[in-house]
């Protein structure tokens, strides 16, 4: 779950270049402010960065294992890119 800070963070990051707006109303952004100060004084820390949530039981060597090997080069590209000239170093090339 995200904290206030990180989704203040996120939230302000986005600029919708249609509209030139942020993604959420001034209203919103306001109120998580507000919420921010408020948390401040009880959180044990004012991280706006993602962390890694070491609680996950897992580790990424744990993830590394569990894909399956596979070989580009038994997989046929979609005929859109085949068809298409500048995709043509995805075919198979010819033993010279």
Do not use: C
Not at 37 to 65: E, H
């Amino acid at each position: 779950m995200l904290s206030i800070q990180q989704l203040y963070r996120i939230s302000t990051m986005y600029w919708e270049d249609k509209h030139g707006t942020h993604s959420l109303s001034p209203e919103v952004i306001s109120n998580m402010r507000i919420l921010m100060t408020q948390d401040s004084n009880n959180a044990v820390t004012n991280s706006f960065l993602l962390d890694d949530d070491s609680s996950i039981p897992f580790s990424t060597d744990d993830l590394t294992r569990s894909m399956d090997m596979i070989s580009i080069s038994d997989i046929d590209p979609p005929p859109l890119l085949r068809e298409s000239p500048g995709f043509s170093f995805l075919a198979p090339r010819s033993n010279y």
